[in-house]
């Protein structure tokens, strides 16, 4: 009982020792029995002697080792079995140097941790045996080393190592743990389908060309087929699964017999990539091989996990960066102080400064128009914490610029303004108030009243002169039938609405205002037209009262003078009759006192016995007196009568004409020697017995007036090419006359000789002058006393 | 020889009516020659009326109108005879000094059987009133009543 209170001590200690190396134990004496006894114990003991030929080996010995006692004992060098990682020909001693971990064996391809403790003390039967006792510490190292592992990840992944490095680093580390085999992480590819391995330099380079893009498949081999399931994949013997085919060969040249694979996830589930073991053996793993890979799962889905939010961290902080980079609309970012940490080229470029400028610039340093300090403004708005505000400012090239700007406090150095340059717009609208004014002011100045209408008769526009006569509030947006009394807004609304759809009106419009005055408007309506479409009715409209009361003034004029004209005529016609009553009276009341006188005077005279040769003469003087008289009155009456009467035109041969009337005066010419000149006469449209009393007269004068020249020279042509255009002209060469007295050449009565020279009444060129004209035409006379006459007809 | 039916002369003027009678006169007329004065009197004349119902009863040879008289005018007479089928076939001359066309044209209208203006120099005026007298008187061959 002895021993094995000691030896249950030396239990205890040696876990205690564990911690503690340097501590040893006296040797003691065994007994066959205690022998027995240390055999069954669940402990490992083990005895060898100086030459290190074992002599003990209990059952837990041979149960963890997998060797029996014979086998061991056989073994010339049994340490070099146990330990296959420790050489040729290991000692005793360096299985038992306290180190950490303690040395690795390989028990048929399992690795084990053993601390093994000498036994001091304990010696039996007097042998040279040196006593061991065991202690299996695989797992605890197991763990201590996962630990390490993940710690030293971890460590590696908050120090922002590749991922790459610390998947390298973790497969090594691992490599490291379970000797001779090897391990691998694989990523899924972004489009989820592929593997590919993440850096493991101790796998040989043909089998890593095979991971790269590795498919994701139910076939897949292990990887593939645990990431495609996302659960745990053991492949117990390669050479024997039908997922590896294809694979097979490859893996065993390197002497790969096995392979455990476990998805990586994350905390959602998704798979992430793959962590596999690659075994010499071909097995399956131990618990702690699982604990393994599932604590290596677990670091591994952190990293890449971690790594992925970093990226999208970056992805988004660059994106966020790019969009304030190449943003249009000037952003800066200011920190309490009013100093600019981050302006955008925007920025930079309304502001006016080169972003490097811009860049820590102090806000107190822009020239902001109407805020005197900006940085009081600056202090204002951090009380407020936000500001939405118009500003303008000087830029250092002088140019005023206005911008419309928002600012927020995010945090102490996070003040962002977003500014939006408003110079063009505020241009613009300036313009187009300036435009407006010059439209209104022109609209107002004009003297009719000027509306615009929309689509639907509702009014937009009006001028002064509308605003004056209809003092209403408001007009815009009223339509004719809120202004005007029902009759007259409908009429209105039918123009508008015909203007609308037919184009251009003019109408005329009487509108009662509200003094009470009507008016008469003239209207003009005419589209506002889009792509030929009415869009809007503009109209000007005039006051023409004053015209059309003119207008009906003159229609007035118009109708008593029509009435006046028709009074005139019938006065004139009943002077007309007048005058022919005169002309009867002249024609039968002169002629008959005349007749009564020459008839009484004839009596008076047969009734003197033997009258005197005076008497004779008184009484033919008389009766010459009384024929001059009559053939006064005859040519008076026929002066008037050809005013009276109509023209009966046919076509007249003058030349037959004239030839007439010579033939008829020839009888007479008995004492005078006439040499006649004929041209050759045109053919006119006339009145025969007027023209005929025409020639008959300028031939008789000329016959007349020429009577004294020896011959009379009367010449009858045309000369239409003449200046005067002469159709027909009489010339003679007789006495002419003065061209002083030519006015009164063919005025009734008006006589240019003496009766005692020439005779006539002084009617007969009246009369040719009255048919002439009559007949459209004219007629003029040139003469020089002496030199003859000529008359000129044109017709 | 039986007795000559009268010549009705109307005419207001008085000396035309001397000068007339005196031409009548000198060309040997032996017609009586009835003067009236004026239109009305020549209708009164034709119809026995007026001043003139106790007239013989028989026509004129002719009638010789003036044109120109107050009250009904020689036209207007002329238009009376000659609508008037009791009067109608008496010869009317108008004996005027009116040459307007417009009483010439008138005249004939009517059915005036002569138009003579009268002239104005007395020479020929007596010539005219002769062969008009002549003429009516003893040349022309009236409808016997």
Redesign the interface.
């Known amino acids: 009982m002895i021993f094995l209170n000691k030896l249950i001590q030396n239990i205890y200690k040696g876990i205690t020792i564990l911690g503690n190396p340097s501590h040893s134990y006296t040797p003691q004496k065994t007994t066959d029995p205690t022998r027995k006894l240390l055999s069954k114990l669940p402990v490992l003991v083990f005895a060898c002697d100086t030459q290190g030929k074992f002599s003990f080996w209990n059952e837990a010995c041979e149960q963890l080792t997998g060797y029996s006692f014979q086998e061991i004992s056989l073994n010339p060098k049994p340490l070099a079995l146990l330990y296959p990682e420790l050489g040729n020909n290991p000692s005793i001693q360096h299985i038992i140097e306290p180190r950490i971990p303690p040395a690795l064996f390989t028990l048929k391809g399992v690795q084990k941790r053993i601390q093994w403790q000498p036994i001091q003390d304990l010696a039996l039967d007097d042998t040279q045996e040196q006593w061991y006792l065991g202690i299996n510490i695989t797992k605890k190292v197991f763990h201590q080393e996962l630990l390490q592992l993940q710690t030293e990840s971890i460590e590696k992944l908050s120090k922002k190592y590749p991922i790459q490095i610390i998947f390298r680093d973790l497969t090594l580390h691992i490599n490291q743990l379970l000797p001779g085999n090897l391990s691998t992480v694989m990523l899924v590819q972004k489009d989820g389908k592929h593997l590919d391995p993440t850096d493991c330099p101790q796998i040989p380079p043909e089998i890593v060309d095979v991971l790269h893009s590795f498919p994701i498949g139910p076939n897949a081999a292990s990887c593939g087929a645990a990431a495609y399931y996302g659960k745990r994949v053991i492949t117990e013997d390669i050479s024997q699964d039908p997922n590896w085919e294809g694979y097979q060969a490859l893996a065993l040249k390197y002497g790969l017999k096995a392979c455990w694979s476990e998805p990586i996830k994350s905390e959602q589930g998704k798979v992430l990539g793959t962590f596999a073991l690659y075994l010499r053996h071909a097995r399956k793993p131990s618990a702690l091989e699982i604990t393994l890979m599932k604590k290596t799962v677990w670091v591994a889905s952190l990293i890449i996990q971690t790594y992925q939010a970093e990226e999208k961290l970056q992805e988004s902080e660059n994106r966020f960066r790019t969009i304030f980079e190449k943003s249009l609309n000037p952003i800066f970012i200011a920190d309490d102080e009013g100093y600019y940490l981050d302006v955008n080229q925007a920025a930079a470029d309304v502001m006016g400064y080169p972003i490097e400028a811009m860049k820590g610039m102090h806000v107190s340093k822009l020239q902001i128009i109407d805020h005197p300090s900006p940085l009081k403004s600056y202090e204002k708005y951090l009380q407020k914490g936000r500001e939405i505000n118009e500003l303008s400012f000087k830029r250092p090239d002088g140019q005023i610029r206005t911008a419309l700007y928002q600012a927020i406090h995010i945090s102490k150095d996070l003040n962002l303004s977003i500014l939006s340059d408003i110079t063009e717009r505020i241009e613009m609208e300036r313009e187009l108030q300036k435009n407006k004014e010059l439209f209104e002011t022109f609209m107002d100045h004009l003297p009719g009243i000027v509306f615009i209408l929309d689509a639907e008769h509702k009014t937009i526009y009006v001028n002064k002169k509308m605003r004056e006569i209809h003092p209403i509030k408001e007009i815009i947006g009223k339509s004719a039938s809120d202004l005007f009394p029902p009759e007259v807004a409908a009429k209105m609304t039918y123009y508008n609405h015909k203007t609308l759809t037919e184009g251009y009106q003019v109408n005329r419009e009487e509108i009662a205002e509200p003094n009470g005055k009507v008016s008469v408007y003239e209207t003009h309506r005419f589209p506002i037209l889009r792509d030929s479409e009415a869009l809007l009715l503009g109209a000007f409209a005039l006051d023409i009262s004053d015209r059309v009361k003119a207008e009906r003034e003159l229609e007035e004029y118009r109708k008593n003078l029509e009435k006046l004209v028709q009074e005139r005529t019938l006065e004139l016609e009943a002077m007309n009759k007048d005058l022919e009553a005169f ?2 009276s002249v ?3 002169l ?6 006188i ?6 008076l005279f047969q009734n003197i016995q033997n009258p005197s040769q005076k008497t004779q003469r008184y009484v033919d003087k008389i ?1 010459t007196s ?2 001059k008289m ?1 053939t006064m ?1 005859d040519d008076l ?1 026929k002066f008037s ?1 050809l005013g009276r009467a109509s023209l009966q035109k046919k076509p007249i041969d003058l030349n037959h004409l004239i030839a007439e009337v010579i033939a008829e005066f020839k009888p007479d010419l008995a004492h005078q020697e006439v040499k006649w000149i004929m041209g050759e006469l045109p053919i006119i449209e006339g009145d025969y017995n007027l023209l005929r009393m025409v020639f008959e007269n300028l031939i008789s004068n000329a016959l007349k007036f020429s009577a004294k020249s020896k011959p009379s020279t009367i010449e009858i042509n045309t000369n239409p090419h003449g200046p005067n255009k002469c159709t027909i002209f009489v010339r003679d060469n007789g006495v002419g006359f003065d061209m002083a007295h030519a006015d009164k050449l063919f005025k009734v009565f008006q006589r240019l000789h003496t009766e005692d020279e020439f005779e006539g009444t002084g009617i007969g060129l009246a009369n040719v002058q009255q048919i002439v004209k009559k007949h459209g035409g004219s007629i003029w006379a040139y003469a020089e006393p002496g030199k003859g006459a000529t008359f000129c007809l044109n017709f | 020889m039986d007795k000559l039916p009268p010549i009705l002369y109307a005419e207001d003027n008085e000396n035309d009516i001397e000068l007339t009678l005196a031409a009548f006169e000198d060309c040997h007329i032996k017609n009586r020659i009835d003067v009236v004065r004026d239109g009305q009197e020549v209708i009164d004349y034709l119809r026995y009326q007026g001043n003139y119902t106790s007239r013989p009863h028989e026509n004129p040879i002719v009638i010789l109108l003036d044109i120109k008289m107050p009250r009904v005018s020689g036209i207007d007479a002329l238009q009376i005879i000659k609508s008037d089928d009791h009067l109608k076939l008496i010869p009317v001359v108008i004996l005027t000094s009116s040459s307007m066309d417009k009483d010439i044209l008138e005249s004939y209208n009517l059915g005036v059987n002569a138009y003579v203006v009268k002239p104005v120099s007395f020479e020929e005026f007596m010539q005219a009133v002769k062969k008009l007298g002549i003429f009516w008187a003893l040349v022309n061959q009236s409808v016997r009543e």
């Open positions: 002309v009867y024609s039968h009341d002629r008959a006192p005349l007749r009564h020459d008839g009484f005077s004839q009596i009766r009384i024929h009559s009155i009456l009568r």
